[in-house]
């Protein structure tokens, strides 16, 4: 297993005029699940596929522990070790199966090719194949599995060599949504059990979410933010973060930053709060100028003397809570409210819970509250 620390690195697919990833840098701890999360076209795939060495950067320094696997300089190779000597293993949405094998045979072709021992092949290919509960389909062919089990079975191609790092890009995109989460469950307890450090490329924010140690998000080839799901969507660092992750999106208001009777307020035209004592210090270099405030669905509630007044939209049932959709101002807004019965009222007052406030500067969408 290692680590793998990536330093300034940079890939262009036009020798230099333009950067599809522009001085990257992040490090992945030894036993990691990180995720590579971001809108299509951002570099994911291209920054996998540099760990991977199937792409030269054209600067920077790819290391996996102590071991240097790719040092551009200039656009000058220094190190590059080859793909099949960097002890990976990749899963891709388009996971090729070979059809005419068994699935005993898809998966210990690799190592009966690097001639390992045929005791030690077996025992390693019936331990994988229990892991992932594809034990009963061994002597099988692929064209007689479920989209599943197939993947389960690509799964177990790539585990069943050991490598130090497990790479994968968007491998659940095939599956109907219900397998995707419990394949996604599965993967992410065998990753926990194997320790192996992994890279997991998806554009689904539900999916970082719920898998990732780390996420490294991107856009446009920067990375925006990266840490623990948690540290993401508690304090997004700026507004892209904060509208990537959490669904339903985050509400934002443009609001005015007032001062009045010695207090600053939020005025946001159709309604005005007080700021909170802890966002006063933040929010007075802003004195009569805006600011965007972001409030998430699940951090506003209905109470009588709320601040905001809202005309009910319309209701969607999640069986648990209901999102009620509600009009404020010219403005359509959306909380979870997580009562027993829909509310009745069609007008209704909502009052934030304002320790969860989230306010970013509106010219370079920085956050701006601690
Ligand atoms: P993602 O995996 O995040 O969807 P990619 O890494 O595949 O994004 O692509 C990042 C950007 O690089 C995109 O704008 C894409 O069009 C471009 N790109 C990817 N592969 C190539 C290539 N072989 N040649 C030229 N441009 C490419
Ligand atoms: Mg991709």
Not at 38 to 51: E, F, L, R, Y
Not at 86 to 92: C, E, L, P, S, T
Request: aromatic share 6%; with cysteine.
């Amino acid at each position: 297993m290692a680590s793998i620390t990536i330093k300034d690195m940079s890939v262009s697919y036009n020798k230099g005029k333009s950067y599809v990833l522009d001085k990257l840098n992040l490090e992945i701890k030894d036993g990691e699940f990180c995720v590579f999360l971001g809108p299509s076209g951002c570099g994911k795939s291209t920054a996998m596929h540099c760990i991977a060495g199937l792409l030269e950067p054209i600067d920077g320094q790819i290391h996996f522990g102590e071991d240097m696997m790719t040092e551009i300089v200039n656009g000058k190779k220094k190190t590059f070790v080859p793909p099949q000597e960097r002890n990976i293993a990749m899963v891709f949405q388009e996971y090729a199966l070979y059809p005419n094998m068994t699935v005993r045979k898809n998966m210990s072709f690799a190592l009966e090719t690097k001639k390992a021992p045929k005791e030690e092949i077996a025992k390693r290919v019936d331990y994988m194949a229990k892991m992932l509960s594809i034990d009963h389909l061994l002597d099988r062919r692929p064209a007689e599995l479920s989209g599943g089990q197939r993947q389960r079975v690509a799964l177990g191609r790539a585990l069943v060599r050991d490598p130090q790092v497990f790479l994968l890009d968007e491998p659940l995109g095939n599956l109907d949504a219900k397998l995707r989460d419990q394949v996604r469950y599965e993967l992410k307890k065998i990753q926990t059990q194997l320790g192996i450090t992994t890279i997991y490329v998806t554009h689904d924010q539900t999916e970082a979410m719920t898998m990732a140690d780390h996420i490294v998000l991107l856009k446009d080839g920067h990375i925006m933010q990266q840490g623990t799901p948690n540290d993401l969507y508690d304090h997004p660092s700026n507004e892209f973060v904060a509208g990537f992750l959490g669904t339903p999106q985050i509400n934002m208001f443009d609001c005015q930053v007032v001062e009045e009777k010695g207090g600053l307020m939020l005025d946001a035209g159709s309604f005005c709060l007080p700021a909170p004592a802890e966002l006063v210090e933040c929010l007075r270099p802003y004195v009569g100028k805006n600011v965007h405030l972001g409030i998430r669905p699940s951090d506003m509630e209905m109470r009588p003397d709320g601040a905001i007044k809202a005309h009910v939209d319309s209701i969607e049932p999640l069986g648990d809570a209901y999102l009620i959709y509600v009009r404020i101002g010219e403005k359509v807004v959306v909380f979870k409210y997580a009562g027993e019965t829909a509310p009745e009222e069609t007008e209704l007052c909502l009052a934030p819970n304002v320790s969860k406030l989230h306010l970013f500067d509106p010219a370079t969408e920085e956050r701006i509250n601690a």
